[in-house]
């Protein structure tokens, strides 16, 4: 009897130890979009992605992500509702935990933060990383057109009809994601020296800090208009594919010194240089990946949905077929006035030739006056 009451009594403690591994208000040791917790069980590395699959059934799923944005394959959809934020203005709240967690840079955020526009449901911000490069090799998981970004900011909110993140992560409408693209200008970008400026204090794995709070709606793009959204995973483990993601056209500018401080900063495990902690992109196996803009090629051509590009190949059908006709027209009225100005021409040389022939023409002769006959006057 003893010996049952233990075991359950056991049981029950690796229940809780297991859900505990996902803390709504971000202090736990989540990786990304999750938490670190499963990786207790296996350990995972960004080195060995091909065996992410043998532990973690969920990332051989079929709507995994990261994905390449191929622009001449997305679909216009302007049903999409814009992204609106609230809260995310925390300028003299509460200082926030910053963690280097081996795997990734991560800010956790306050339940106050929420997307109140842009799905059917609230969500509520749990927290955000970083997955970044090298000098060398650039660092976004997602790619516009298999081109890579310097590095990817990632801003994770879950369900608010789920009671946290842990509950969320596994359902199907439990995540969504707001991703951004960080690339590298002229100047430093002071919001994001607000955290790149306390890296040296977490260098080491499984350290953190507090920063001082301040607006994280500047870390992402001015503009959040426009934006592609499509349905994936997590892209660590467990890779659960219950994301939503929105991934915004517009990036973001840093200096080359803060992204080389995100690259060259922080360590993990053994004490190993922290970077290149992206996921390579994954298959979309049909998915559809729609924006809320209309996208321009660089031949100038509005790419659609199939109905409406098939409307436009009717339209640009018709105009060629008008414009064909008229190009007919014109050619033939300029070979007429062509024709008719030659014969005017040709007259008008011919009539010329014939005044050249006769030199006397048009010239007037008047006779000459008589010699007068000297010898017929007499002198008295």
Not at 126 to 143: C, I, M, R, Y
Not at 213 to 219: A, K, T
Request: aromatic letters at 10%; hydrophobic letters at 35%.
């Amino acid at each position: 009897m003893l010996m049952h009451m233990f075991l359950v009594l056991h049981l029950q403690v690796l229940v809780i130890a297991s859900s505990s591994s996902f803390e709504e208000d971000g202090s736990s040791e989540r990786d990304d979009e999750h938490s670190k917790g499963s990786s207790h069980q296996h350990q995972w590395g960004y080195h060995d992605q091909d065996a992410w699959s043998s532990a973690f059934e969920h990332c051989s799923g079929k709507s995994q992500s990261p994905v390449n944005v191929d622009t001449h394959k997305v679909f216009y959809e302007p049903r999409l509702p814009p992204i609106k934020l609230e809260g995310y203005d925390l300028t003299g709240s509460y200082p926030l935990t910053l963690i280097n967690n081996g795997h990734t840079l991560q800010l956790s955020l306050p339940s106050s933060m929420r997307m109140v526009r842009g799905f059917d449901h609230v969500y509520v911000a749990a927290q955000l990383h970083f997955h970044w490069g090298t000098k060398e090799v650039p660092g976004s998981e997602h790619t516009i057109d298999n081109v890579h970004f310097p590095a990817e900011i990632h801003v994770v909110h879950y369900n608010s009809k789920y009671a946290s993140l842990t509950e969320a992560a596994s359902k199907a409408d439990g995540l969504a994601v707001l991703g951004g693209f960080i690339g590298i200008g002229l100047h430093e970008n002071d919001n994001y020296e607000k955290i790149l400026s306390a890296l040296t204090d977490i260098s080491t794995e499984e350290s953190n800090t507090e920063v001082p709070g301040f607006n994280v709606r500047h870390l992402l793009p001015d503009s959040l208009e426009k934006f592609y959204r499509y349905n994936g995973s997590l892209t660590t483990p467990p890779c659960f594919q219950t994301v939503s993601w929105t991934l915004f056209n517009d990036s973001i500018k840093v200096s080359r010194r803060q992204l080389a401080a995100l690259e060259d900063t922080l360590k993990t495990e053994h004490n190993k240089l922290l970077s290149k902690n992206f996921r390579a992109p994954q298959l979309l196996h049909g998915r559809k990946v729609l924006t809320s803009f209309h996208l321009v090629s660089t031949l100038g051509k509005t790419k659609e949905s199939p109905e409406l590009e098939t409307k436009e190949n009717n339209v640009l059908k018709t105009s060629g077929t008008h414009w064909h006709i008229l190009a007919i027209t014109f050619g033939v009225l300029f070979a007429i006035t062509f024709l008719v100005f030659s014969m005017y021409i040709y007259r008008q040389q011919k009539k010329f030739s014939k005044f050249k022939k006769d030199p006397k023409q048009n010239v007037i002769y008047k006779p000459a006056a008589k010699d007068i006959d000297q010898t017929s006057i007499t002198v008295t």
